[in-house]
Every structure is written in structure tokens, then in C-alpha cells.
């Protein structure tokens, strides 16, 4: 499809920090859309900000807007590297232990806070500054689900602000696949406190958030 295509064509420009990317034409919901799933699908395009284009009859033209210089992207993805060595295997662990094991240690490791700067919706606030929202925190989740080939997404919308709450707020979080079920993952504390505890050999799971807190 024409969407694909242009979201294949932005995808391998920005992997490779092309300042130019030609593309079909789509309509701007269906950019829209192409945007919000190139950035939630790909948390190593963290040095990706937004684009700027053109069109004409046939074609649009992009010119990606990056938050760094290439001499800062190749610091960070090697940090990155450093950083994530020890997540690149599951160790023996089947995907649900594993992701019981990353949702403790991010707990552990990763501060919310909001401090209103482009590293606290990435996995450079999460993972390096160890600060960042809840899609900062979530892309952090689905990278290191990636490198170990567990199928993760993630997810926005709205969450109840309090369990009781009939009111909405914006919020980001994961849907992971396990054992042919997907199950809401939530690593932002601010909502921990709504999980729906699931027990494996007494230990609470509360990373798996009852499904009526999410709209």
C-alpha cells in the first residue's frame, strides 16, 4: 500500500539520517498516522524529532528534522549498546519471567519525572538519564522486548487518573504477548498502584494492569 511504502521510505531514510526522502503522496491523516507509528515502533529513532515536507503532483518530499548532529547519534547508539549488553540475552528465562525481570529492574532504575525536554519521551531519558514519562519508559520496555525477540508494542491512549476515577488522562504504555495472550504492561508507577496482581511461584506480577483502567 501507498502508507506502507512511505512508512518503508521514512524508516530507512532516518535509520540512515538522510536530510532528504522522497515518498507517494498520502493524506495528511494517513501521515499522521505513518508519524505515530514510525516513532512507537522504532524507540532507537530517538534522535528523530519531526519532518518538515513538500509535495507535488506525484511525490512529497521530506526533510527530517534530528534532535542531534551524527557525531551525537553515534555517541548515544553506542552508549545504547553499552548500556542494554546484559538485556541482550533472556539469560534462560522464558518471556514471562524475563519481562518480570525487566519490570523490576526498570522500577528500580527509571525515575518518573517530567521535566518538559525531548529526552524524556525517549529511551535516552530512560535508559541513560534514567528520568523520563511514560512513553520515555515504555520505549525503553519494547526496545529491550525487541533485542530479545518478545512481541511488544506500544501503546497510547487514555488511563484513569485514580482507580475510582470516571476521568481520563493521557497516558502511554505496553502490550506484550505471552504465551498467545497480550497482556497490558505498565512501568510507570504512577499507575502501578491500579495492577491486578498475577502470582507465579508467590511473586506478584503487578506490571499486568487490569484492562477496564484503560480507555
Given at each position: 500500500s501507498r502508507c506502507q511504502e512511505v512508512y518503508d521510505a521514512l524508516y530507512h531514510g532516518i535509520k540512515k539520517v538522510e536530510t532528504k526522502i522522497i515518498t507517494?503522496?498520502?493524506?495528511?491523516?494517513?501521515?499522521?498516522?505513518?508519524?505515530?507509528?514510525?516513532?512507537?515502533?522504532?524507540?532507537?529513532?530517538?534522535?528523530f524529532k519531526e519532518?518538515?515536507?513538500?509535495?507535488?503532483?506525484?511525490?512529497?518530499?521530506f526533510s527530517p528534522i534530528y534532535l542531534y548532529d551524527g557525531e551525537t547519534i553515534y555517541n548515544y547508539l553506542k552508549e545504547?549498546?553499552?548500556?542494554?549488553?546484559i538485556l541482550r540475552s533472556k539469560n534462560g528465562r522464558n518471556d514471562y519471567d524475563f519481562i518480570l525481570y525487566i519490570n523490576g529492574l526498570l522500577k528500580r532504575k527509571v525515575v518518573y519525572n517530567d521535566d518538559g525536554s525531548d529526552e524524556s519521551h525517549s529511551i535516552i531519558g530512560s535508559l541513560i538519564n534514567k528520568s523520563a514519562v511514560c512513553d520515555g519508559i515504555s520505549k525503553l520496555f519494547k526496545y529491550i522486548c525487541d533485542i530479545n525477540d518478545i512481541y511488544c508494542i506500544v501503546s497510547t491512549g487514555r488511563a484513569k487518573s485514580t482507580y475510582n476515577s470516571e476521568t481520563y488522562t493521557g497516558h502511554a504504555w505496553n502490550k506484550v504477548k505471552i504465551d498467545n495472550t497480550w497482556v497490558n504492561i505498565d512501568l510507570d508507577a504512577i499507575w502501578q498502584?491500579?495492577?491486578a496482581v498475577r502470582?507465579?511461584?508467590g511473586v506478584p506480577v503487578c506490571a499486568v494492569v487490569k484492562a477496564d483502567a484503560y480507555g
Open positions: 507517494p503522496l498520502v493524506t495528511q491523516i494517513e501521515l499522521n498516522k505513518i508519524y505515530e507509528f514510525l516513532v512507537l515502533d522504532n524507540p532507537i529513532f530517538f534522535y519532518c518538515s515536507y513538500t509535495w507535488t503532483q506525484k511525490e512529497m518530499i545504547i549498546g553499552r548500556l542494554t549488553r498502584n491500579f495492577c502470582e507465579k511461584a
